[in-house]
């Protein structure tokens, strides 16, 4: 089994399907998958952010993180993120300028060394989480 670097702190996914491929279209991509469920974490901090219903190509459900496995995860729709407060479609997950800022402050926390307290990270594991993984739209606006 390959290790990841220990200078990787954080890992960062938009709209990636982690709990099962969006089609399972060969062996490779279940083997993959089989391997991934295999894979524990204690080290590293991971936030996976799905787009919502508006993401026909990834599904809310798949970009689920298993707590078990990544002790440090967060699993979020858009909509849950205070600054974003809304779907968007698989696309604009990448380039919608209030889905993109609050990514873009996390990243540079972890960047400029802050690494260890990731704040959109920790508020999103703070919330109550249904059994899917996803946080609960927040109830206060930042």
């Not at 938009?14 to 204690?42: C, E, I, Q």
């Not at 699993?75 to 974003?84: D, F, K, M, N, R």
């Not at 919608?96 to 999103?124: Q, W």
Request: glycine fraction near 6%; charged fraction near 25%; hydrophobic fraction near 40%.
């Amino acid at each position: 089994e390959h290790q990841m670097r220990s200078d990787v702190v954080a890992l960062f996914t938009l709209s990636t399907p982690h709990v099962a491929p969006v089609v399972g279209a060969d062996l490779l991509t279940f083997r993959l998958y089989k391997a991934l469920d295999a894979h524990t974490d204690s080290e590293r901090a991971y936030l996976s952010i799905g787009g919502g219903y508006r993401d026909p190509l990834v599904r809310g459900e798949l970009t689920s993180l298993d707590r078990k496995r990544y002790f440090r995860a967060a699993s979020a729709l858009t909509s849950s993120i205070p600054e974003v407060d809304m779907s968007v479609d698989h696309l604009a997950v990448l380039w919608c300028n209030e889905v993109a800022k609050p990514i873009a402050k996390e990243i540079m926390g972890v960047y400029m060394g802050r690494g260890a307290k990731l704040p959109l990270l920790e508020a999103l594991q703070k919330k109550k989480v249904p059994r899917t993984g996803f946080a609960k739209k927040s109830a206060q606006s930042h």
